[in-house]
């Protein structure tokens, strides 16, 4: 089952939106298009909507290209592809065109399996190996589907017909396996699920379940953003074909790409990666914007270079998460941000000095009876029900401290940054009086 919070929603409100009002769009399709006819504007702008995804995929692939991220390039090419071999079905269904399958059939099976492999490609870098591997791999499956599912209102028609005349045999293989191929995507759905064949409802609910998991695991905007586009592009390629629902929904897909792309590379800029917090950026932008009366605390984990070189960084990553998930906790109104290294910063607008310190002692409390337990070598690799039938000698126990500097406000300390400098200057003296302390 997959679990939504708070954390975990955000993400998704705004494809959901986007998605919820393409269907609103179509709901009043009619609607709207007579209201496109009263102008001549409005006209105009109705020529050109049939381009407009096209427009956002080009955008995805600029973005991606900027941010060197191959899963988002290859996402938005081969939703471009598939939004061109649906609009090139058009009303062509209705004719008997072909014996293999249609573009959408094969589109809706290809297109999930496409977007789940895409997806575990982000962040990698687009001129790799495993890059070149993705284009020729879309190139391929691009050169098949014209192949296989051409049918006469198709732009590849006379060219793949003058191929199969050129060589018979091998135009007699290609219409046998077309003709088996139809079969299998073609047929009629067990589920019953709008009509949609079993073997693509099958493709997207199992894109469906892997992307959502994926979601649960990392609860990123990328992810997010994935999964709706998932669900737009699904959308897009069992509606009319010859109608407005692969234009509106592909649009979406497409828009839903380009806007999770942006605020992800914003949470990148803003949020630390290890611990979740704010950075350091977004600690800047919040000293530019304090009023007159507030307070600043920094923390400091205790003699965390040393402990880092007798366990590890690994362990030491492990420990700035916990600090950073029970500073999230930090009553009184505390805004918290992760200043670097082991260092940490928090802020208390509009609360003095007297107003903060019983928040950070109670913080400074909490972190000291902490148990922190140091997972050794010989760590339980077997199966979780059988967890605990051996001693837990793989796991030692060990105390975590912090100390802490406070600084409020004032008339001598009237600028933000001089506040901050001043709770550094006092963390030092926090050390200097044998650490795991709070003062101001």
């Not at 975990?8 to 009619?30: C, E, F, H, Q, R």
Request: aromatic letters at 12%; charged letters at 20%.
């Amino acid at each position: 089952m997959f679990m939504l919070n708070k954390q975990s929603t955000y993400p998704l409100i705004v494809p959901a939106a986007l998605i919820s009002l393409s269907a609103l769009l179509l709901w009043k399709w009619p609607m709207i298009t007579e209201l496109m006819a009263a102008g001549r504007e409005l006209r105009a702008f109705f020529m050109i909507l049939p381009i407009m995804p096209y427009a956002f995929f080009i955008i995805g692939v600029v973005l991606g290209w900027r941010f060197n991220n191959a899963g988002i390039v290859f996402t938005a090419f081969v939703l471009g592809l598939a939004y061109f071999a649906i609009s090139n079905q058009g009303s062509s269904l209705s004719q008997e065109w072909a014996i293999g399958p249609g573009y959408p059939e094969a589109v809706g099976f290809l297109l999930p399996i496409n977007i789940a492999f895409f997806t575990v490609l982000t962040g990698r870098r687009i001129f790799t190996a495993t890059g070149m591997f993705c284009m020729l791999g879309v190139l391929f499956q691009a050169f098949m589907v014209i192949l296989l599912c051409h049918h006469s209102g198709s732009p590849f028609s006379d060219l793949i017909t003058t191929a199969k005349a050129t060589f018979p045999s091998i135009g007699y293989l290609l219409s046998g396996f077309s003709i088996r191929l139809r079969a299998i995507l073609h047929n009629s759905s067990i589920f019953g699920f709008w009509g949609v064949p079993t073997l693509l409802t099958v493709s997207f609910f199992g894109v469906f379940i892997f992307l959502g998991m994926r979601y649960q695991k990392y609860r990123d905007n990328l992810t997010a953003g994935f999964l709706a586009t998932l669900v737009a592009a699904f959308l897009g390629t069992m509606g009319n074909y010859s109608g407005p629902s692969p234009m509106v929904y592909f649009a979406a897909a497409g828009l839903i790409l380009i806007i999770t792309t942006i605020d992800s590379s914003l949470s990148m800029a803003y949020i630390d990666e290890l611990t979740e917090l704010q950075g350091r950026r977004s600690l800047n932008e919040a000293l530019l914007n304090l009023g007159r009366r507030y307070t600043i605390a920094m923390v400091d984990i205790d003699h965390f270079k040393k402990f880092n070189d007798k366990y590890g960084h690994k362990t030491g990553d492990q420990v700035l998460k916990m600090i950073a998930a029970q500073l999230k906790k930090l009553n009184g109104g505390a805004k918290v941000y992760r200043y670097g290294g082991e260092e940490f910063t928090a802020i208390f607008p509009g609360k003095s000095l007297r107003e903060s310190l019983p928040h950070l002692e109670a913080y400074r409390k909490i972190i000291e009876e902490k148990q922190f337990y140091i997972r050794g070598k010989g760590r339980w690799k077997g199966k979780a029900e059988d967890r605990g039938s051996r001693p837990p000698a793989s796991r030692r126990a060990t105390k975590i401290t912090v100390s802490i500097g406070a600084a409020e406000s004032g008339q001598r300390l009237a600028d933000p940054e001089m506040v901050l400098k001043a709770a550094d200057k006092i963390l030092y003296k926090a050390k200097n009086k044998g650490r795991n302390r709070v003062e101001s």
